[in-house]
T-cell receptor, first 111, second 112 residues
Framework: DAKTTQPNSMESNEEEPVHLPCNHSTISGTDYIHWYRQLPSQGPEYVIHGLTSNVNNRMASLAIAEDRKSSTLILHRATLRDAAVYYCIAKSGNAGNMLTFGGGTRLMVKP | DTGVSQDPRHKITKRGQNVTFRCDPISEHNRLYWYRQTLGQGPEFLTYFQNEAQLEKSRLLSDRFSAERPKGSFSTLEIQRTEQGDSAMYLC??????????FGSGTRLTVV
């Protein structure tokens, strides 16, 4: 999997949008961009993934740069329950089926 | 579908003892993964099964660690002669080929 770089932490106010950035400059053409989040005392939870086009689901949106060297996870209205560590993973579509986690971004949501 | 279940949730053991953890994946998922997570770090891959075949093992998986998935359903992870450095959260995940991964809540191991 390609290396990803994320800020260690970010803060947001409740009910405001949050943009979580991720750099993956060495991503290959077949690597998917996955986002997982981990709430305290729980295992990671799938959020969203994409290859080239922007993606939306009920949890979040994923905006992928045209050159695919970066992406942004967008939470449209942060809630206190969104406070978690968010992991960006550039997963190889070829050999190796595991997810390779980095340090992630700890998101703090203020009421 | 009750998700991925792990048992026990917590385990405290004395150094040198053997421990075994169990993971029950989502029933239709053919892939099962074990990860280890220490405080403040992201999960680290240990090993992965497709059905009953163990297809990949990390170099983190020393000779004291062994994992099985005998009938392609549940899996066990055993650690022999535990050391204090084995203290961590052990996470299990399952997936259907090509889809997202579902993680369990983990087993927290403390070696004293």
């Amino acid at each position: 999997d390609a290396k990803t770089t994320q800020p260690n932490s970010m803060e947001s106010n409740e009910e405001e949008p949050v943009h979580l950035p991720c750099n993956h400059s060495t991503i290959s053409g077949t690597d998917y961009i996955h986002w997982y989040r981990q709430l305290p005392s729980q295992g990671p939870e799938y959020v969203i993934h994409g290859l080239t086009s922007n993606v939306n689901n009920r949890m979040a949106s994923l905006a992928i740069a045209e050159d695919r060297k970066s992406s942004t996870l967008i939470l449209h209205r942060a809630t206190l329950r969104d406070a978690a560590v968010y992991y960006c993973i550039a997963k190889s579509g070829n050999a190796g089926n595991m997810l390779t986690f980095g340090g992630g971004t700890r998101l703090m949501v203020k009421p | 579908d009750t998700g991925v279940s792990q048992d026990p949730r917590h385990k405290i053991t004395k150094r040198g003892q053997n421990v075994t953890f169990r993971c029950d994946p989502i029933s239709e998922h053919n892939r099962l993964y074990w990860y280890r997570q220490t405080l403040g770090q992201g999960p680290e891959f240990l090993t992965y099964f497709q059905n009953e075949a163990q297809l990949e093992k990390s170099r983190l998986l020393s000779d004291r660690f062994s994992a099985e998935r005998p009938k392609g359903s549940f899996s066990t992870l055993e650690i022999q002669r535990t050391e204090q450095g084995d203290s961590a959260m052990y996470l299990c995940a399952s997936s259907m080929t090509g889809n997202g991964y579902t993680f369990g809540s983990g087993t927290r191991l403390t070696v004293v």
